[in-house]
């Protein structure tokens, strides 16, 4: 895959573009299948129109060539995600984050019970705070309290 992807790529430039050797050709390619991208090396960007005939399908071959390598790298770290192997040590860090924060939550929650009974024994700040009720009791005391609309007000809502 390295070969197809790298190193035959870059012998190409090699030939095509005068002025890079085979380490900038390299790096050229390895920096634009990976996505980095840094713009330091353009193709077909010193070449004079003697040097290239065909300036547009020298791009569009590049363009072809950039979209199908990114594409075959793309499968390439997929395949390698699923592997058994990557996948049992992924799973083995998502397991021992997610029991950190089991424990840190079991430790906060366990803070504020600790808190709450020793804040329980009559308080002075809980005595003087006022009981806010839960919204089903709140609507069972307004079903009691409310008294039935008025026939008209019923029949406006209606229509």
């Known amino acids: ?35 980095i991208g840094l713009g330091d090396y353009v193709p077909g960007e010193n070449q004079s129109g003697e040097d290239l ?19 075959l790298v793309l499968v390439l770290l997929e395949t390698c995600y699923e592997l058994p192997q990557m996948r049992r040590l992924t799973q083995r860090f998502y397991l021992e984050k997610v029991r950190e924060l089991d424990s840190e939550t079991t430790n906060i929650i ?29 609507a069972a005391s307004l079903r009691l309290h409310s008294e039935p609309a008025p026939r008209a007000q019923q029949d406006l809502l209606s229509n």
């Open 53 to 71: 005939p065909h300036p547009d399908l020298y791009r569009l071959a590049i363009t072809v060539y950039l979209l199908l390598g990114l594409v």
């Open 1 to 35: 895959m390295t070969v197809l992807l790298l190193l035959i790529p870059a012998w190409i430039f090699v030939g095509l573009e005068k002025e890079w050797d085979f380490m900038e050709s390299l790096y050229f390619c390895f920096i634009s299948l990976t996505t």
């Open 110 to 138: 366990d803070q504020d019970h600790l808190s709450y009974e020793q804040s329980e024994p009559s308080s002075p700040v809980t005595d003087h705070l006022p009981v806010i009720p839960s919204v089903s009791e709140q």
